[in-house]
């Protein structure tokens, strides 16, 4: 009896461990300790920014995932996510909606020599008043994060649209990110105006996302000396924007070559002195706005002429 007895504890001893084996083997869909798997990395590789509209009334920028890899299909997925209504709205993130018209539909796309050129059924002219610069700004945004694409004409059926629906406010007929977003205009005088990006940082329930502003003023310094202006700001001129950068962050001297440009602060950049580290979100803000005004592939942080971090291509 005694030897059944061990017998039995032995056989349920080895069934548990195959089990065991199994799970370990083939994890249940909700087990996250296997995120690294090969699945999981080319899912995250194929995130793309996309500019929607958030809470504030902000273009706004976060990311979606996308299928294709090609600039011309990548774009008509993009831009289906920004419909309203459309198949793709399940993938936009929470706090977010889209901003072109319900029913429009993306005729076709064709990219060549960084140029993406698309056409729009005329559902696209629905749009609102008050979202008609928005759309234009959200499209050309998104349009312009996909890689190798640096500029983008709209047709509506096959023709030029060269002014907004309702204001009849003129359009270039070919659109980059010098057109601007989330426009604020701080003039004195119409000469000598000048257009800087800023990125701040907002926030949805817990999540943090990039806000780019684009001001127009008679500001006569240079970009870089704008942006890390800007963003010691405090506090910021809307309350629901935020930066990360100290106002003692000093920038004592800058130097750009090619594609890239070396900035050097002094230790206040440090969100920790000891641990020699730049915050995240100081990181980026800073990186996002440079790329956006100087077309910089590449942003290197050095503090008292010593290099602390960068942020390349694909920050």
Known sequence: MLKRASLRRLTI????LLIVGILYLF??????????TKKYISISENKNNIFLIDE????AMTDIVVNNKTPSKKAKELLETLVI????SEYIPNGFKAIIPKNTKINSTEFKD??????????LLNVSS?????MIEAIVYSLTSIDGVKKVMIFVD?????ALPHSKKALPEVLDRSYGINKVYDLNNYKDTTKTTVYYISKFANNYYYVPITKINNDARDKVEIIISELKNSPIYQTNLMSYLKANAQLQDYEIKENSINLSFNENLFNDLEEEKIKEEVKYTISLSIKDNLDIEQVIFSVNNKEIDKCSKKC
């Not at 096959?158 to 060269?162: D, H, T």
């Open 13 to 16: 001893a080895t069934c548990a």
């Open 158 to 162: 096959g023709q030029i649209l060269n």
């Open 85 to 88: 209504g459309s198949k793709k």
């Open 27 to 36: 994890p249940t869909k909700n087990d996250t300790r296997f995120q690294t």
């Open 56 to 59: 504030n009334n902000y273009v």
């Open 130 to 134: 008050a979202n008609e610069e928005k």
């Open 114 to 123: 960084n140029l993406l050129k698309v056409d729009f059924s005329k559902e």
